[in-house]
T-cell receptor
Framework: GDSVTQMEGPVTLSEEAFLTINCTYT??????LFWYVQYPGEGLQLLLKATKADDKGSNKGFEATYRKETTSFHLEKGSVQVSDSAVYFC???????????FGTGTRLTIIP | NAGVTQTPKFQVLKTGQSMTLQCAQD?????MSWYRQDPGMGLRLIHYSVGAGITDQGEVPNGYNVSRSTTEDFPLRLLSAAPSQTSVYFC??????????????FGPGTRLTVL
C-alpha cells in the first residue's frame, strides 16, 4: 500500500537558518503530493501541493519539488522565522481518490 | 463561511461510555472524512464519505461508526470507548470531483481522553 516517510523530528533551528524536511513516498499510482502545516492548538492547513513530476509547489516562502525519479517531495525554506514553528506533515493521494496518506509529522521549532 | 466546525473541543470519557463527535461544513463539499492523530503516527483515516448516504471504512475503523444523512454533517460515533481511542480527532472536507488535487479543509480537532 501507499506510504509516506518523513524526517524524524524534532528539528530546532535558529531564525534565518535554511530549512529542509525530507519526505519520500511509496505509491502504486501517480499520486498528488502535499505538505500540510499544523500550528499549535490548531487543525491542519494546506501549505503547498504538486500534482505531477517536476512540479514545484510554493507558498509563504516554502517550496517543494515533485521528484518522480527519487520518489521525493522535500520541503525547503531559505530563511525561517519564529512564526514557522509548527508540525509539518507530508501526504499523498492517489488519482481519483480523496483519501490522504500522511507521514508521521516533523515538529519544527525556530529560536530567535 | 465558518468552514469545518467540530464539537466538542475537549472530552473525557470513562471506558465503556459512548459519545458522538460532531462535524459540520458549510462549503457544500461532497467528500468528508475523519482522522485520528496519535504521537509518532501522523494522521490515520477512520471513515470517509463521498456524499450523502455513502460511507466507507478507512485504515482504522474498528470501534467507530459514521453516517451521512446530509451533505453538511458527518458525525463520528464511539460505541464503547476504550483507552486506545484516546487521541485527537480531525474532520476534513473537500470539493467534489475526486481528482485528488482538491484541497482538503480540516476542522480544529477534538481532543478525547478515555480513562
Amino acid at each position: 500500500g501507499d506510504s509516506v516517510t518523513q524526517m524524524e523530528g524534532p528539528v530546532t533551528l535558529s531564525e534565518e537558518a535554511f530549512l529542509t524536511i525530507n519526505c519520500t513516498y511509496t505509491a502504486t499510482g501517480y499520486p498528488s503530493l502535499f505538505w500540510y502545516v499544523q500550528y499549535p492548538g490548531e487543525g491542519l492547513q494546506l501549505l503547498l501541493k504538486a500534482t505531477k513530476a517536476d512540479d514545484k509547489g510554493s507558498n509563504k516562502g516554502f517550496e517543494a519539488t515533485y521528484r518522480k525519479e527519487t520518489t521525493s517531495f522535500h520541503l525547503e525554506k531559505g530563511s525561517v522565522q519564529v512564526s514557522d514553528s509548527a508540525v509539518y506533515f507530508c501526504a499523498l493521494s492517489e488519482p481519483g481518490n480523496e483519501k490522504l496518506t500522511f507521514g508521521t509529522g516533523t515538529r519544527l521549532t525556530i529560536i530567535p | 463561511n465558518a468552514g469545518v466546525t467540530q464539537t466538542p473541543k475537549f472530552q473525557v470519557l470513562k471506558t465503556g461510555q459512548s459519545m458522538t463527535l460532531q462535524c459540520a461544513q458549510d462549503m457544500n463539499h461532497e467528500y468528508m472524512s475523519w482522522y485520528r492523530q496519535d504521537p509518532g503516527m501522523g494522521l490515520r483515516l477512520i471513515h470517509y464519505s463521498v456524499g450523502a448516504g455513502i460511507t466507507d471504512q478507512g485504515e482504522v475503523p474498528n470501534g467507530y461508526n459514521v453516517s451521512r444523512s446530509t451533505t453538511e454533517d458527518f458525525p463520528l460515533r464511539l460505541l464503547s470507548a476504550a483507552p486506545s481511542q484516546t487521541s485527537v480527532y480531525f474532520c476534513a472536507s473537500s470539493y467534489p470531483g475526486g481528482t485528488s488535487t482538491d484541497t482538503q479543509y480540516f476542522g480544529p480537532g477534538t481532543r478525547l481522553t478515555v480513562l
